[in-house]
């Protein structure tokens, strides 16, 4: 009889572990999945963003005068919508990260002009 109480705890420790790890190996797959390219392309996405959300910062504080903001904006805005092409011909139907309410995935609306 202990035996096979033994045996049944161990099938249900068992159980356990499996469904409790269910989300992390879950996890795993979905990165393996999406292409290096896309990963990289992403991370370019943001940077970029951040960069001209700072360059608005700058210009905003008086750090940034404004022919520079302007120069500088419009370089930037030109490389982030080269990054959303490239993003866009691997088949991204939503490369620009907006959620149908005009925000980007990570909650933020996208930079405009001030």
């Known amino acids: ?6 045996i049944l705890a161990v099938l249900l420790i068992a159980a356990v572990i499996v469904v ?4 992390l190996r879950d996890g795993r797959r979905r990165d ?11 991370a370019a996405r943001e940077a970029k963003y951040r960069e001209i959300r700072d360059a608005e910062l700058d210009y905003r504080t008086g750090k940034l005068s404004g022919e ?4 500088l904006t419009s ?3 030109a490389e982030a919508v080269e990054i959303l092409d490239r993003l866009a011909a691997l088949g991204d139907e939503s ?3 907006e959620a149908p309410g005009g925000e980007t995935a990570d909650g933020a609306s996208p930079p405009g002009p001030p």
């Open 1 to 6: 009889m202990s035996l096979l109480v033994a």
């Open 20 to 23: 409790i790890s269910a989300p």
């Open 32 to 42: 393996e999945v999406q292409p290096p390219e896309r990963s990289v392309l992403e």
């Open 68 to 71: 520079d903001y302007e120069l």
């Open 75 to 77: 370089a930037l805005r």
């Open 95 to 97: 490369a620009d990260g």
